[in-house]
């Protein structure tokens, strides 16, 4: 067949219906992840949106997911663009998201072991203390808990001192306005460029910059006395940039010391928050969560190994508070080549959102898809393992490198928390209000009250 007749046997992409200018922003604000799915029941697996002018490929559903394992996937997306910005305002070389091909495989390999569990093993009891200290100073009886900032402070608190060393608390602010910022102008382009230049970003930018600085300079100041068995992030990076400076430039530096906190401070608070109202919401699956967590305590020590199985229904009820608001609904991506997708040509350079997270509420794949049912991730039902089913860490070469870290850092966070706190919402009948960016999660506004200690 010659090229010209394979463009004519090739599906066309439908334009979604939407709003002038704006685009796609408004549905995408309201909720992202229902409105992808909407539209890939409605377009298929391709449509075309558009943002503020600009116009993006979707590419939605299960073999979206698949495509970017695949080696045809890896050759043909690539991450480098949209993450430019991000770069451009930390003055670095490059960053691991925004890495593509050898480049992105050689900077993984050094972050690799601080960013995984690896970096706390034999320390399951110490990250338990650290929560336990943030939860006496943020979760008192007789309070109303803005669940959203004290979770951004437990993580805080836990990246903090596991993987950098010290907790930055004074920083959180901020680090949560430049993210916000970042994202929202420079990653997902949902709003005006102009924003960067407001008094509060550049404020928040700088000290955040500062926060990097200090770090390092910490670092040189005390590297002859660091604990090998205790060893950081910045240690990874710090050594990376001595032995193999053509991987870790000078200018890499600091947006690698902050990194650890841009990547999970929103990502996980957020994903915590949101498991907090489903399990208030569901009195049973609270029981349950409550027995299953006193049960692991009162045997005493930690097993480092078995944790996350140790403790199915709060690890189920994590799983299902990233099935039902993942923090990450589609993965951006530029096409790095012409390629055909379920019958759809993308050209080179074309903008492209993968809706990984789409297939999470279909019911193909989970029975009543709205329902909160932590069981739904043991044996026999697995309904998660389904091919490209359940995607919450993203798929293909720039999944999460922090996956095996944020599942343990959750996971005992939550077993403390739940394990100490007796929490109540504001009503029974309180529905969670949401927030779409610059990461999806709970509003601001959400909020607990601490009726007191359980232990
Ligand atoms: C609920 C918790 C988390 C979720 C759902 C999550 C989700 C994701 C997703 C979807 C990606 C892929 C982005 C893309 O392909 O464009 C990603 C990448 C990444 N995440 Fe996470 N994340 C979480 C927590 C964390 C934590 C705690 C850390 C480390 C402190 C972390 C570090 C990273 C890094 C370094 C990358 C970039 C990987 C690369 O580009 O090769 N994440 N995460």
Redesign the pocket.
């Known amino acids: 067949m010659s090229a010209i007749e394979q463009d004519i046997a090739l599906k066309t992409t439908p334009h979604v219906k939407e709003w002038p200018l704006l685009g796609s922003i408004p549905p995408m604000t309201k909720d992202v992840g229902r409105y992808f799915l909407e539209c890939y029941r409605k377009y298929g697996d391709v449509f075309e949106i558009s943002i503020l002018g600009k116009k993006y490929k979707v590419l939605a559903g299960p073999q979206a997911a698949l495509f970017m394992s695949t080696r045809e996937g890896k050759d043909a997306l690539r991450?480098k663009e949209f993450w430019a910005g991000l770069i451009k305002e930390f003055g670095a070389h490059s960053s691991?998201?925004g890495s593509d091909g050898e480049q992105?495989k050689a900077l993984?390999d050094v972050?690799k072991r601080g960013?995984s569990k690896d970096s706390v093993k034999g320390r399951y009891q110490q990250l338990a203390d650290i929560t336990d200290a943030s939860i006496m100073r943020d979760w008192k009886p007789g309070t109303e808990v803005p669940v959203v900032f004290a979770m951004q402070n437990l993580v805080t608190d836990q990246?903090g001192i596991m993987?950098t060393g010290n907790a930055p608390l004074d920083y959180v602010k901020d680090i949560r306005i430049t993210i916000l910022y970042i994202l929202n102008v420079l990653i997902t382009r949902q709003r005006p460029k102009f924003l960067l230049q407001l008094p509060s970003y550049k404020r928040a930018k700088k000290r955040v910059f500062q926060l990097g600085i200090d770090m390092i300079e910490n670092y040189e100041a005390d590297k002859a006395s660091r604990d090998h068995d205790a060893r950081t992030i910045i240690d990874d990076v710090m050594e990376a940039n001595r032995d193999h400076p053509e991987i870790m430039p000078d200018n890499n530096l600091v947006l690698m010391a902050v990194?650890?906190y841009v990547?999970?401070l929103d990502?996980?608070a957020n994903?915590v928050g949101c498991l907090v109202y489903y399990a208030l919401k569901n009195p049973d699956v609270l029981a349950r969560i409550h027995k299953e967590v006193d049960d692991y305590f009162a045997r005493g020590e930690i097993d480092e190994a078995t944790l996350l199985k140790d403790l199915p229904v709060l690890n189920g009820s994590i799983m299902e508070s990233?099935r039902l608001f993942?923090?990450?609904v589609a993965?951006?991506r530029t096409a790095n080549k012409d390629f055909v997708f379920q019958g759809h040509q993308i050209r080179e350079g074309e903008l492209i959102y993968l809706a990984t997270a789409a297939p999470h509420l279909m019911e193909e794949f989970y029975p009543d898809p709205d329902k909160f049912d932590p069981d739904r991730y043991q044996p026999p039902r697995n309904e998660h393992k389904a091919q490209g089913a359940y995607s919450?860490?993203?798929r293909?070469?720039?999944?999460?490198?922090?996956?095996s870290?944020?599942e343990v850092?959750?996971c005992l966070g939550m077993a403390r928390l739940f394990h100490k706190v007796d929490m109540e919402l504001e009503s029974p009948d309180y529905v969670l209000k949401t927030k779409m960016a610059p990461t999806p999660g709970p509003s601001n506004k959400f909020k607990v009250r601490v009726k007191g200690y359980r232990n």
């Not at 293909?396 to 996956?403: A, I, Q, S, V």
């Open positions: 991450s691991l998201p992105h993984r972050l960013y990246i993987l990194a650890p990547a999970g990502t996980v994903t990233m993942p923090v990450a993965q951006m919450p860490y993203g293909g070469p720039h999944t999460c490198l922090g996956k870290l944020a850092q959750m």
